[in-house]
C-alpha cells in the first residue's frame, strides 16, 4: 500500500482520513504479525535450548483475570438483578426433636412460661451401619436338600443398597476420587477393597443403562431441538471426545474415539449401527461438496432409496469408486449417512441442533441454531493496538449486546412486527463499515451467518446460547481434572449413564441419592426420568412453533 501512496494526492479532509484510516490498518496489521513472529521466534529459543540440554523459558500460564485473554461477554450481555436471599428454615427437614430447659435455679418467682423458641440445628452422622443377618436352614433327610431363607429384596451381596447408592453419587455426583471414597469409607470402618469398589462402580448397571438409553430418546421426542457440544477427554490413554446432547429437560453424554459427522450423527442415533442411503438428498449434498461429476453419475447407477448397512455400502464404493480419494470418500459417506438418519422412522430425528460453528454439526439437521455468545467470543478475541480500533471495537460491542437482549426480550412477546423490525435491524447493525478492517471481516463474517442466528424470530423458544450443553461439557470437564479418564469400556459407560443419570435428575428436580438408592433397593418408588420428561415436556411444549407438540 506504501508503495502506490501519493502525498499530493491528500487534497481534502476527506482523503485525508482515507488515508490515516489505512496507515492505522496497515499499523495494526504489521502489529499483529510483529506480535506472532515474537511468538514464533521464542519457540524457536527454546526448542535450539532445549536440544543444546538447557532449559526454556518457563510456561507460566497467564492470570485469569488477565483482561487482554478473557473472552467472557458475561458484563456485556447480563444487566446485573436484584438477589433477594430467601429463609431456609422451612426447607429444612428435622428429624429429632430436644427440650432444652432454663435452670430453675436462675429463674424468679415471677417468671412466667412463654413456649418454645425453635433453633434448628444442622449436622450429620457417617458411620457403619452394619447387619448381621441370621438365614434359617433347613435340611430334609428324605430328599437330601437343604432350604436356605433369603436375604431381604434389597439386599445382594456383601454391602447394603445404603452404601451400593453412597458410592456412585460421591465418584459421580460429587466428583470425588475412587482413592478418597474408599478413605472415607475405611474411616467409617467399612472393610472393602479397592478392586470391590470400582467394580461397584462401573460393573452390573444394565437397569441404569436401559434408563439412560429410556430418558435420552425421550429428551429428543421432548423438542424438535437440541443443544450439542463435545470436548475432550482420555480412554486407555488415547485421545476420544466426550460429546453433549441436552435441552432444558436432560443431559446426556457419548463418548467417542473423533469428533466427525458420522460420529455426531451416532450419538443423536443413540449409538446405533450405520446406515448409509443414497436418494436425492444424498445427491444434492454430493453437490454441496463439489464432488466430480463422474462419482454423482456412478452413484445414481446405485439402488434409488435403499438403505445399507455400513460392510454392506463401504465394500459397494470399493467395487464402483475405488478412484475416490480419502476426503472425497468422507464426504460421500456423510452424504449417504445424513440421507439415511432423516429417513430414520424408528427413532426421533432432530430438527434443528443449536450449537457453535464447528463443521461436523453442520448439514445433519435441516436447520442449525448458532449460539450467540460463540459469535461474540470472535470479537472479544480483537486485540487492537490502535487506541481508535479499540474504541471502534468497544463502541461495536455495546451495539451487539444490545441488539442481543432485544432478541431475549422478543423470545417473551414474539409478534409480527418485532420479527420484522429485528430482521432489518440485524441487516442495519451488521452491514456497518467502521475503518477498522479486521472488525469490518468480523462484521461481514456475523452477517453471513444470519439465517442461523437469526432463527428464534421464526421458533422464539430457541434459546440464543448453547451454554445448557457448555455447562454439561464442563462437569466432564470436571470430572476429567479428577479422575483424569477411564481405562475399560465399562468404565466410559459408566461414566456417560450416571453422568446422564446426575445431571438429568438436577433439572428434574429430583435428589439423585434418593434416586439410586430407590433404583439398587427394588422400591422404584421414584418415576421413571424418561416418563418426567416427557410431562414436564407436555406442560412447556417447547415445540410449539414448529406446529407440533412434544
Sequence with gaps: ????????????????????????????????????LKRLNQLLRDELRRLNGEQGKPDIKPSSKDKGK??????????????????????????????CKVDPDILPED??????????????IFSASNTLFLKEKYYSPSLNKTYLAPLPPSYDGEFGPGLKALVPKLYYGSNITEQKILDLLQDADIHISAGKLSDMLIKNHERFHAEKDALYEAGLNSTPWQNIDD?????????????IVCNPFYTAYFTAPNKTRLTVLDVLKNLAPRTFLINEEALRYIDIFKLPKAVAQELSALPLGQTFDEPTFLNLLDQRLPQLGPQQRTHLLDAAAVAAYHAVMEFPVVSVLLCDDAPQFKLITRQLSLCWIHDGRHYKKLDP??????????????????????LLTYREAPSDSQHIRLDHLFDE?????????????RIAKTKAKKHSLLLVLDHPELPLHNNDAELSARGRVCKRVVSFGTRV??????????????????????NFLDYLYDRISGLCSIPNQAELITQRAAVLNLGASWGQGP
Excluded at 470436548?231 to 460429546?243: E, I, K
Design 231 to 243: 470436548t475432550s477427554m482420555r480412554v486407555n490413554a488415547q485421545n476420544h471426545f466426550c460429546h
Design 1 to 36: 500500500m506504501l508503495r502506490s501512496f501519493d502525498i499530493s494526492a491528500i487534497i481534502d479532509l476527506d482523503r485525508a482520513r482515507e488515508a490515516i484510516g489505512k496507515l492505522l490498518n496497515l499499523i495494526e496489521g504489521l502489529q499483529q504479525e510483529n506480535q506472532e
Design 429 to 441: 447493525i451488521f452491514s456497518t463499515a467502521t475503518g477498522y478492517d479486521a472488525l469490518d471481516q
Design 385 to 406: 493496538f490502535i487506541n481508535h480500533h479499540r474504541k471502534l471495537l468497544d463502541g461495536f460491542l455495546d451495539t451487539y449486546w444490545d441488539y442481543y437482549r432485544e
Design 70 to 99: 478473557n473472552f467472557s461477554s458475561e458484563k456485556e450481555r447480563k444487566k446485573r438483578k436484584q438477589r433477594n436471599k430467601k429463609s431456609k428454615k422451612d426447607r429444612i427437614k428435622t428429624h429429632h426433636k430436644c427440650i
Design 111 to 124: 417468671a412466667k412460661f412463654k413456649g418454645y423458641q425453635p433453633v434448628v440445628v444442622q449436622d450429620v
Design 489 to 510: 469400556q465399562d468404565g466410559t459407560k459408566a461414566w456417560d449413564t450416571f453422568m446422564s443419570l446426575a445431571a438429568t435428575t438436577r433439572k428434574l428436580g429430583i
